[in-house]
């Protein structure tokens, strides 16, 4: 394993993924020109062997005006979005495939094929969402979970929500990560349930029930990314103003932060779902090429 104190770029996810064995990758409705385009990269990168299911007549028609060559690289004609998720499914169930990613198919109907109770890639585990940004805003990247895919997790889910992100810590090379717990206020407030739990998972860490990370919490956001700003309020943690992983209470929080992270603050992201049997790439259509090819190589560097 790598052994790495921060995480200082985006570019130490190609550099880690490089170091590894090629994942082969398969992608759902892969008729996308973005998607195509980050898969070319990572293919020239040599991280990544792609599957492509899709519209294949499409596939290569784009593939064509991006300059992607096809030649060696595995197609696999599937016309319909749905059907092409189950087959990229299967094929990591097969085990000949070791990363998911989603093209052009709706992301309710690729995470229905991934959640499936019978032939999905379920592990047991709550599936949660990640993001690493790199932005000139702050000295190193800042993680944030979960601002994709639990809507109101319970005190139970969070802590697992936090356990996915850890471990997806510890085999990137950073071995106790720091997180901020978020919320409005930085002190416990009976009537904010997002104080209450903050304040219970800080607790949980320092009775070793959460391990292998320092948790801090409640903190507002200007205290978790700002030393400056938590000196003022007098607050004293190892966290405030070092944080690696902002934890958000709810989807709201975390989405209103992914989104102010892009497009205020021109941040570039690399983003995986957690908590499946294989990293699971789920991009926006708005995200960059750039963006895109840096969650592939979180992929495959997780």
Not at 7 to 13: H, R, Y
């Amino acid at each position: 394993m790598v052994k790495l104190m921060t995480l200082k770029s985006l570019n130490t996810f190609l550099e880690i993924a490089a170091g590894k064995p090629k994942k082969k990758i398969a992608v759902a409705a892969a008729e996308d020109q973005p998607v195509l385009e980050a898969v070319s990269s990572a293919y020239n990168n040599g991280i990544i062997e792609p599957i492509l299911v899709g519209n294949e007549k499409t596939i290569k028609e784009i593939s064509e005006k991006i300059n992607f060559s096809l030649k060696g690289i595995t197609l696999i004609n599937e016309t319909a979005p749905v059907k092409s998720s189950k087959i990229c499914v299967e094929l990591i169930r097969e085990d000949k495939a070791q990363i998911i990613m989603k093209g052009m198919v709706n992301t309710a109907d690729y995470l229905r094929a991934i959640l499936d109770k019978d032939n999905g890639l379920r592990s047991g585990n709550l599936l949660s969402h990640i993001g690493f940004f790199e932005t000139k805003s702050y000295h190193k990247l800042l993680a944030l979970t979960d601002a994709a895919q639990n809507i109101a997790p319970t005190l139970e889910e969070k802590i697992d929500i936090i356990n996915n992100a850890v471990n997806c810590y510890h085999k990137l090379g950073v071995m106790e990560p720091k997180i901020a717990a978020i919320a409005a206020v930085e002190t416990v407030n009976p009537k904010m349930e997002a104080t209450i739990h903050a304040a219970l998972l800080t607790m949980m860490n320092k009775r070793k029930q959460i391990k292998g990370c320092i948790i801090d919490g409640p903190l507002g956001f200007d205290n978790a990314v700002s030393k400056e700003a938590a000196e003022h309020k007098g607050i004293k943690s190892d966290v405030a103003g070092d944080a690696d992983l902002l934890f958000a209470p709810n989807i709201e929080v975390g989405n209103a932060i992914y989104k102010s992270f892009t497009y205020f603050g021109n941040a570039t992201v690399a983003a995986i779902m957690l908590g499946a049997i294989v990293p699971v790439v789920l991009t926006s259509r708005t995200d960059t090429e750039s963006s895109k090819l840096m969650s592939i190589s979180l992929a495959a560097s997780y």
